[in-house]
């Protein structure tokens, strides 16, 4: 579903993805870790092109996303993003947030989004909130309509961008449990975080980054109890 | 010191034209201007050097050199390339478009350079094309975020258009001349327009004001 081909990228001098090569099936959970500046968000906005590619060449349920000729407006579609920050639509409520892309991007018809728009807010259990501005809602509530929101474009993949690392710790859990209906549901997922109960729990594979490479991946069960590189060991001692 | 209120009265016909000519000047000018303002400042955010260049010097030109230079130049300078004889009022407008739209044009790129770069990511990323995310969540919120600026610059222009009474515009400030040397008196005439002008910005301000509470969403 997702190939990733020796993927660089560079700020500048500043090398962040050294050689990256990963593949991702249809319905897997893949979670991502390591230490801050290892590169794993870069890699993860890399692959809807949030961020340009220096070389490689990511594949995309067979596009081939680094060429110039494919649409990127038209992949992004089927690619859905959960940012750290919420990026909500201030100026825009709740129920507007989720409508507006399928409206103006996929044309749905107005009666169709919201009524799509609902039954996600249902989803994510804030009905109540379709009518009220973003700044009203708590952390937790903002990320679950984040999360609603990229749903209503109905991507076949969604990217978590450290998803829980701005909310308060009470408020992880409900945005966790949300992604883990999410996984049970079958959406394949690429989720960098700092969780590891939920990369234990829900993942189907865990990829260690740190200094722009992989360093070690393996199923979650493997990679906690017996990691192999002495990097892993070293920074699983200090997070668990 | 003695205050003749009758020759304010005798004036009050051609002051009260005046101050209609001052609105109209202003509002033509913030009307045009604010439209140019808005593709210059988005032309300077073009990351293309050479297509923003152009943009660039256009601020540099019109916020660098004095008003009363500009309207000069459009009066006795651009004005008769076009029609043959030429028309205080008409050089009025475009003078003052032309300068207002260079400061509009900062105050746009500021407003927009201000948003989150994290709006611009998620509008991106649920499929928008650039366009689309500057119209429907960029510009939007950028323009909230400017009505106090843009309201100084209204209020600033509206001051300004005194300036345009130099080359015979018959605008407030033009009929306070008039009074001035008919009579050879300075309160009346200009205490008179003084009071006008102040009349004007505190409508304006109210206005902009109630604007700026009724677009606010907490």
Request: charged share 20%.
């Amino acid at each position: 579903m997702i190939k990733v081909e020796q993927l660089k990228k560079s700020f500048g001098e500043n090398e962040v993805l050294k050689n990256i090569n990963v593949e991702v099936k249809s319905r897997e959970v893949v979670v991502v870790i390591g230490p801050s500046g290892s590169g794993k968000s870069t890699f993860l906005r890399c692959i809807n092109r949030l961020e340009s590619i220096t070389e490689g060449r990511i594949y995309i349920e067979g596009v081939d996303i680094t060429d110039k000729t494919t649409d990127i407006n038209q992949v992004r579609t089927e690619v859905g993003m959960v940012f750290q920050q919420f990026n909500l639509f201030p100026h825009k409520t709740v129920i507007e947030n989720i409508m507006l892309s399928p409206i103006k991007v996929r044309k749905v018809a107005k009666d169709q989004a919201r009524e799509k728009g609902m039954e996600l807010l249902r989803k994510v259990g804030l009905e109540d909130k379709a009518n009220v501005y973003p700044d009203s809602l708590s952390g937790g509530q903002k990320q679950r309509i984040a999360i609603a929101r990229a749903l209503a474009m109905e991507p076949k993949i969604m990217l978590f961008d450290e998803p829980t690392s701005a909310l308060d710790p009470e408020m992880v859990g409900e945005v966790l449990e949300v992604m883990k209906q999410l996984a049970k549901e079958g959406m394949t997922m690429i989720v960098v975080t700092h969780e590891m109960g939920f990369a234990r729990e829900v993942g189907d594979r865990v990829i260690f980054m740190d200094g722009g490479y992989i360093v070690e991946e393996n199923v979650p069960s493997e990679i906690f109890t017996n990691p192999k590189e002495e990097r892993t060991k070293s920074f699983l001692s200090k997070v668990l | 010191m003695d205050f003749r209120l009758d020759i304010i009265v005798e004036y009050a016909p051609f002051l009260l034209k005046g101050t209609l000519l001052t609105l109209g000047l202003s509002i033509s000018g913030v009307l045009i201007g604010t439209i140019l303002g808005l593709f210059i400042g988005l032309g300077k955010i073009i990351r293309n050097r050479i297509i923003s260049s152009p943009f660039v010097c256009y601020i540099a030109f019109f916020r660098g050199t004095p008003l009363f230079v500009q309207v000069l130049i459009v009066h006795f300078g651009v004005v008769p390339l076009f029609i043959h004889e030429t028309n205080g009022i008409v050089a009025g407008i475009i003078a003052l478009s032309l300068n207002s739209a260079a400061y509009v044009a900062e105050i746009f790129r500021s407003g927009i350079q201000s948003i989150d770069k994290g709006q611009m990511e998620a509008s991106r990323s649920l499929g928008m094309t650039h366009v689309q995310a500057m119209k429907y969540v960029i510009l939007p919120q950028a323009f909230k975020r400017i009505i106090p600026p843009l309201g100084n610059e209204f209020i600033a222009l509206l001051k300004d258009s005194s300036i345009v009474s130099v080359v015979a515009a018959p605008e407030l400030m033009y009929w306070a001349t008039a009074m001035n040397t008919q009579y050879g008196r300075v309160w009346e005439p200009y205490l008179t327009a003084s009071l006008i002008y102040l009349v004007l910005t505190l409508v304006l301000s109210f206005l902009l004001n109630r604007l700026e509470r009724r677009l606010a969403t907490e």
